[in-house]
């Protein structure tokens, strides 16, 4: 049974440090309470962190390890950290990531690289199914996080993919605060009315 909760971004919920995949659904893809997340799981040991969508934050990381631990930079040793620019590379590094079993893996914003449009939507498709079964059979022996951040109406021909790792997450945690997606062709105001 999927257990759907919420969050809200000023509080850390307490994660539970088991094996499956939970999914975080988030403004921003959930990057503050992932990046406290990974800090705090590196206190045990080694973390994955695949940034997929540039929002790692190390500054932020390195000044919550300052309140947990008397040796920040040691502890900050044990993430490994990767950013993946394409969902060609999400793969690749989907991959190398499963031959380590038992090491937590955290996906930041895991769709952003699956949105690109200069990759033809059922190629895309096709890497995501791939990543995914990667993410799956890792969440069988570790803990595996993914966050994803609401997806803009102009991406609707991919829509597909939210809802397929929704429907392959153990657990999704949503923000309280999401904001509705921008229609398609509206051009936002540059100057607020004062």
Known sequence: MKIARTFDTE??????????LLLVFGTHGGAPLMLDLAARLSLRGPVYLLDCGNRSN??????????LTADPVAVMRQIRLS??????????????????????????DLLTTFMDESVQATESSTLFEQALRCLLAMSAHSPVVVSVK??????????GLLE????AASEVWEENALLPAQPAGVQLP?????
């Open 164 to 167: 397929h790792l929704k429907q």
């Open 83 to 108: 950013r993946a620019f394409t969902c060609y590379q999400v793969v690749a590094l989907l991959e190398k990531a499963a031959s380590d079993r038992g090491v937590p893996v955290l996906a930041l």
């Open 58 to 67: 190390m500054y932020r990381v390195a000044r919550t390890l300052r309140t």
């Open 150 to 159: 609401p997806l803009l109406s102009l991406s609707e021909p991919r829509f």
């Open 190 to 194: 540059l100057l607020t009315d004062y």
């Open 11 to 20: 509080a850390s919920p307490g994660f539970p440090y088991a094996s499956g």
